[in-house]
């Protein structure tokens, strides 16, 4: 797999978006004297230009990107140029109106905004791959070409699409898994509610319906609409791949986005590149952005992944759009930095003076260079050049949090016991305790090789395939602690319900049965004691269970489970299985990550005020304080400052939203 180019590059990538297609061209030339000045030395470039590169179908005009592809390269800006493909032109909706999406209410999405395109219209796949042909063809060898960027945001505002052309496809796609429509009505239980199909024809999309649509149906259509646009990311890495088999590839990424199966999506990108937009006015926000980075880098593990995009200060999509405050970006910058980053990029470079993101901050903003975010960002640029050696250190992690998409869409189907159970909530009732005590985390998909990792968190496996059994008892028994949330263990892979007790395939890892499940309104809540006396509020959720093997660790005190084990805790050959009967809160997630953090022998590296935030990335350490206070942090003995090379003092001083790097030599 081609990567990029360290040889040519050896840097921290550092620059944005760059759409000189919405700018005469003087401006091009003060742009790239600009870009100078701020350190910019890469470019995502052209990702909505297909109706200004083939006005007409068939009709191209390259020679303004030949230009400004010529004038990057004598600027000493590399390229990563966009495929142009997230945007057809109006001519293609004119000619092809069943290229627009269609809703699960039929309505038909028209031209106007951008991303207007089915994933399953053969004209608009037709189409974009003879401009990536050309764009191929026309680029190949040119010195500037460093990445292709394929697309851009694939289904961020249309992930399905129940066109006609849509159930075809689905069609296929069962056709091609299921192999017989027998195999089908078995794996969706069709027997239920008169459900049986006796003919293909009679496989639809899961259209607005009378009332909940058949779950194992949803579910694969969730896979299948993954997969379709999937496809379309790998028709363009096939074209680009024989004409340009030496230049890596991307497509940029959306952290949690919960339509796209990204494990899937990563195995065919050399780079995996990401945008985050953190809401600069939520103090919940640093510890979901160093989620998705850690998310991120997850995907390849071992190989730095990029920051795409993110907004130097505002956006303009949010009904409300706080700037960022002072330090704020440079704090999230340098936190996808210390979580695996290969660089830094931004939306977009100019602030655009038309269009539906006049009002989006960016590099350049409508005042011009005399502006908070113009200094911020070249003061970035500067020290972002003093990190270069830092691009390919690795990130370690010894805590690991077991995610997928399929469980994520599976648990999140209509009709089970609580609305109330949200993957996001759940990992990041994790994910945050694990994060204010600056332990790195990261994320594996059920099944794999648990292997290295001191502790394992399961929130939620609902959709319990047997080998992520099997690769959690083999971790726990060889020594390694995990800790496992309710309503675990519940359906295979088709939601069919494991039967024998709840969680019948869990039942030997964790010790414990399930009679029950005894969910709570909202506002309701029950206490939980455990066994040293501290006592805890639940809410959400309650199992009514006893245990086989585990031991109780704490019981519920309130209702009819009083008395009943709430958290448990089992021996499984020469590690712990913990088993959380509810959602606990904060403290009581606190509580039970302390203890089996004990078992599992897994200390935080470093203690910091709440709010700052300290990461290690090989022999760099960030100090990252989100807070707008000024925060005093104890460091290790031995360190440097990475930015000025002085020794570093025993206590470091941070003002508000300041962020420090230090090195140990
Ligand atoms: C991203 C998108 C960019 C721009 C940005 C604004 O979703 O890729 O093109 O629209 O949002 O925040």
Sequence with gaps: MPTLDCAHLPFLLYGGDYNPDQWPRDVWREDVALMREAGVNFVSLGIFSWSKLEPRPGDFDFAWLDDVMDMLHAGGIAVDLAT?????????????????????????????????????????????????????????????????????????????????????????????????????????????????????????????????????????????????????????????????????????????????????????????????????????????????????RSFKRGVPWLLMEQAPSAVNWRPRNSPKRPGQMRAFSLQAVARGARGVMFFQWR???????????????????????????????????????????????????????????????????????????????????????????????????????????????????????????????????AVVSPFSGIVDENDRVHLGGYPAPLRALLGVRIEEFAPLQPGEGNRVATRDEELFTSRVWSDVMECTTAQPVAMFTEDYVTQRPAVTRNAFGAGYAYYLGTCLDADGMRWVLARARHDAGLVSPMATPAGVEAVWRGDWLFVLNHTRDAQRVALPAGLRDALSGAPASALADLGPNESRVFRRP
């Design 351 to 481: 602030q655009s003076a038309a269009g539906s993101e006049k009002f989006h901050s960016a590099l350049v903003p409508h005042a011009g260079r005399d502006t908070r975010v113009w200094r911020e960002v070249s003061a970035l640029g500067a020290d972002l050049a003093k990190l270069g050696d830092i691009r390919e250190a690795p990130v370690r992690a010894d805590a690991a949090i077991v995610f997928s998409w399929e469980n994520w869409w599976a648990m999140e189907l209509d009709s089970h016991p609580t609305a109330d159970l949200k993957m996001l909530g759940q990992l990041r009732a994790y994910y945050d305790r694990l994060y204010e005590q600056n332990l790195t985390v990261d994320f594996v998909q059920p099944g794999q090789d648990l292997a290295g990792y001191k502790l394992v968190c399961v929130p939620n496996l609902y959709l319990t395939r047997l080998e992520a059994v099997a690769a959690l008892e083999r971790f726990v028994a060889q020594g390694g602690v």
């Design 84 to 296: 142009a493909t997230a945007s057809p032109p109006a001519w293609l909706a004119k000619q092809y109106p069943e290229s627009l999406p269609v809703t699960s209410t039929g309505v038909r999405l028209a031209f106007g905004a951008r991303q207007g395109y089915s994933p399953h219209s053969q004209a608009y796949r037709e189409h974009a791959a003879r401009l990536v042909e050309r764009m191929a063809d026309r680029y190949k060898g040119h010195p500037a070409l460093a990445m292709w960027h394929v697309n851009n945001e694939y289904g961020c505002h249309v992930s399905e699409c129940f066109s006609d052309a849509g159930a075809a496809a689905f069609r296929l796609w069962l056709q091609r898994k299921y192999g017989t429509l027998d195999a089908l009505n078995h794996a969706w239980g069709t027997s239920f509610w008169s459900q049986i199909r006796y003919s293909w024809d009679e496989v639809d999309p899961p259209r607005a319906a009378p009332t909940f649509v058949n779950p194992a149906m949803q579910l694969d259509w969730k896979r299948f609409s993954s997969d379709a646009i999937l496809e379309l990311m790998h028709m363009e890495v096939a074209i680009l791949r024989r004409v340009t088999p030496d230049v890596p590839i991307t497509t940029n990424f959306m952290g949690f986005f919960k339509p796209l199966d990204y494990f899937k999506w990563a195995e065919g990108e050399d780079l995996v590149s990401e945008d985050a937009y953190p809401d600069p006015s939520s103090a919940d926000e640093p510890a979901h952005n160093a989620m998705r980075f850690d998310l991120m």
